[in-house]
């Protein structure tokens, strides 16, 4: 017998998941009897509670952002619970690279459940810290570390606000190290390390990364000078790419990279912890997620 966990992160999207959950109650317990609905406040709860729940449940449910799908995909990976996935945060940009369409009603993400579509995920880190789909160095990372620190804007208004900051406030980073055995060494903007395509919920960081491919792409965007990054920036607040001329693209399976300046790093759009020196590289067991297989 399948039985489900589902972890609700009240914190996310201003309480907007666990409002959507708590109204969407009746029709989750008719179509997963027996289920179990767990309200948590603490990202550490939540991580905690994703570990407990896949000792103990087929399916362990994130019910919020991508935040919140990383901290599950943390507590289930290397166990055989599956992980289902109710996005009802600002971004949802894990979900997207996994099939489902967001801001849909609770039966949707109820029947994709219920079909139990596997897909095999990938699963990077970053210092041994998990991530799902993109890491950010530098003018990433300061970005995001804006963002959360705008608690009125939500949205993607959040991120092109602090994108206008960090690219008044931003500084060049010296990256040296190996990429697959090959030397590295460049000033640049900002590196994302990209397991999906999008993140911030529209931002076209890396168009070609697939999370079920076994590999990762490095994002790079050169230090030239500060109108390439804005030209960057510009490109990705309208949905578009980075072209060519303004970056580059290496795809990887394992990088070490030190580097020396100050700096802010996200996770998913979570705030990292910076460090001088990173490892970077793919787990060797994928991570079972229920989804929306694409037809090849």
Not at 54 to 73: E, H, K, L, P
Not at 163 to 182: E, M, Q, Y
Request: hydrophobic share 40%; with cysteine; charged share 20%.
């Amino acid at each position: 017998m399948i039985n489900y966990t589902l972890l609700v992160n009240c914190k996310s999207n201003s309480s907007r998941a666990e409002n959507f959950i708590r109204l969407s109650e009746n029709i989750i317990r008719q179509k997963l009897p027996g289920c179990e609905i767990k309200y948590i406040s603490s990202p550490n709860q939540l991580l905690k509670e994703a570990s407990l729940s896949a000792q103990s449940s087929s399916v362990v449910i994130a019910c919020g952002g991508d935040g919140t799908a990383q901290s599950i995909a943390r507590g289930v990976h290397g166990s055989s619970a599956l992980m289902g996935l109710i996005p009802v945060g600002s971004g949802n940009d894990f979900a997207k690279s996994i099939g489902l369409k967001t801001k849909q009603s609770i039966e949707y993400y109820l029947d994709v459940i219920l079909k139990q579509q596997v897909i095999l995920v990938d699963v990077p880190v970053i210092n041994d810290q998990i991530f799902i789909n993109t890491a950010g160095i530098g003018f990433d990372g300061l970005t995001n570390y804006y963002a959360s620190r705008f608690k009125s804007l939500k949205g993607t208004m959040k991120y092109t606000v602090a994108g206008l900051k960090a690219f008044l406030n931003a500084k060049p980073l010296v990256v040296s190290g190996t990429i697959d055995r090959s030397r590295f060494d460049r000033k640049v903007w900002l590196i994302a390390v990209a397991n999906g395509a999008v993140e911030g919920g529209k931002y076209l960081i890396s168009p070609n990364s697939v999370n079920s491919d076994g590999l990762l792409e490095l994002v790079i965007v050169p230090a030239y000078n500060r109108i390439n990054l804005g030209l960057a920036f510009i490109f990705l607040s309208l949905g578009r790419s980075i072209p060519d001329t303004l970056s580059e693209v290496i795809t990887f399976n394992r990088a070490s990279l030190k580097i020396a300046d100050s700096h802010f790093i996200h996770l998913d759009g979570e705030v990292g912890v910076s460090s001088s020196d990173y490892e970077i590289k793919l787990k060797s067991k994928s991570l079972n997620v229920l989804g929306i297989k694409t037809v090849e």
